[in-house]
């Protein structure tokens, strides 16, 4: 494997000389490495597990994120109302201050009055304020067999038992 013949004609030789050899070898990549954690020994180079920390910190909350952000336009194509609604925090500032129960009605009937609906979130960009708080802004583009706009919008969220819902949602030029 990775053009290293000679692991498997030395079974005598120790994984740890193993994973050397593959971590020397030109053509081995360090995913090669990465991609069997159980059989790396505590002695191996540091500089890959290094590496590999130093690329991890906020990119998986990142990614969160816009999954979060992904899912709740999905839904709303979808007119999939209760994932839709789902994607919003308890503590939801409704965009004229109206009450939550009024502005859930409101939506339910804007997206099941419509025939088909697409949402595409376009350029987004991720501000972390912590660990359980981000911003997301993003062009949206609206399509519907009644309107469509395109837009900037921007997505305050907050984590939530595990789940990143929507706090705050500003839409603007």
Do not use: H
């Not at 990119?59 to 979060?68: I, M, R, T």
């Not at 899912?71 to 209760?82: F, I, L, M, R, Y």
């Not at 502005?103 to 376009?122: L, N, P």
């Amino acid at each position: 494997m990775f053009g290293c013949t000679s692991a498997k004609s030395s079974p005598s030789k120790s994984p740890i000389s193993l994973v050397r050899e593959l971590v020397r070898e030109p053509a081995a990549k360090p995913t090669a490495v990465a991609s069997t954690p159980a059989a790396a020994p505590k002695e191996a180079p540091k500089e890959p597990a290094a590496a590999a920390a130093t690329s991890k910190p906020g990119g998986d909350a990142n990614a969160d994120v816009l999954k979060a952000v992904n899912d709740w336009a999905q839904a709303w194509s979808k007119q999939d109302v209760d994932a839709y609604l789902g994607s919003y925090a308890k503590d939801f500032k409704t965009p004229a201050g109206e009450a939550r129960a009024e502005w859930e009605k409101s939506r339910r009937s804007r997206i099941a009055g419509a025939k088909s609906i697409q949402v595409a979130v376009d350029s987004p960009k991720v501000t972390m304020q912590g660990a359980e708080q981000a911003s997301v802004s993003f062009r949206q583009t609206y399509r519907s067999d009644k309107l469509n706009t395109k837009s900037r919008k921007t997505l305050d969220l907050v984590k939530a038992n595990g789940r990143w819902l929507i706090r705050e949602e500003k839409a603007g030029k």
